[in-house]
């Protein structure tokens, strides 16, 4: 027969059927024993299986079915430290995202036409040299040119004062560059980077009449 003591100890963790009890060193009790927890005017009879002193919890206890009604104790640490971290990734890229585009907003459209025309590539050395010039026209003049032809953009130029004196040259310029995209045209390197200087002038043309 066991004999009844009258050791306490504190209940430190509830895990499914499982309840972790703490005891001082000189009040540890048996294995194969009984324990009573009072909750509220409810005693509840748990007994002892085990016994882990390399560990800093004492006992665990397997409980009587009812234990899970008496006792409750919601276990969240993992979907919070999901949630945690996507808050955190979201909030950082919501942050870089914000400086880069403040960083955009605050480029001239000579930062654009710089940033276009130092990537023109030979393989592609007309399209991109009449997309350096839509763009920074676009965000110079405040203007919808790109996917318009050359004839559209000639079009265009006469509403814009700026573009009125250098049409001319402009139409040539153009004129140039689609018989080179669209006819074929083997434009020598001498001809490219003459294109190049051409629109450089305009650009610089165009910024000291701002």
């Not at 318009?148 to 049409?167: D, P, V």
């Amino acid at each position: 027969m066991n004999k009844e003591t009258n050791n306490k100890g504190k209940v430190i963790q509830v895990i499914g059927p499982v309840v972790d009890v703490e005891f001082g060193e000189s009040a540890m009790p048996a294995i194969g024993g009984a324990l009573a927890i009072e909750i509220g005017d409810k005693k509840i009879i748990f007994e002892i299986k085990s016994v882990l002193n390399e560990f800093e919890r004492k006992d665990i206890f397997d409980i009587q079915d009812d234990i899970e009604n008496a006792v409750e104790k919601p276990d969240f640490p993992f979907p919070l430290t999901i949630l945690t971290a996507f808050l955190i990734v979201f909030t950082a890229v919501f942050i870089l995202k914000r400086k880069k585009l403040k960083k955009e907003s605050l480029k001239t459209a000579i930062d654009f036409f710089n940033e276009v025309i130092h990537k023109i590539q030979p393989e592609s050395f007309f399209e991109d040299l009449t997309l350096a010039f839509k763009i920074y026209v676009e965000k110079k003049f405040n203007v919808r040119i790109l996917g318009k032809t050359s004839l559209e953009i000639i079009g265009e130029a006469k509403k814009i004062e700026q573009l009125k004196e250098s049409r001319e040259k402009l139409k040539k310029w153009l004129d140039f560059l689609d018989l080179c995209k669209y006819a074929r045209y083997k434009a020598s390197k001498e001809q490219m980077e003459e294109r190049i200087e051409d629109l450089k002038a305009f650009v610089n043309e165009w910024e000291r009449g701002a």
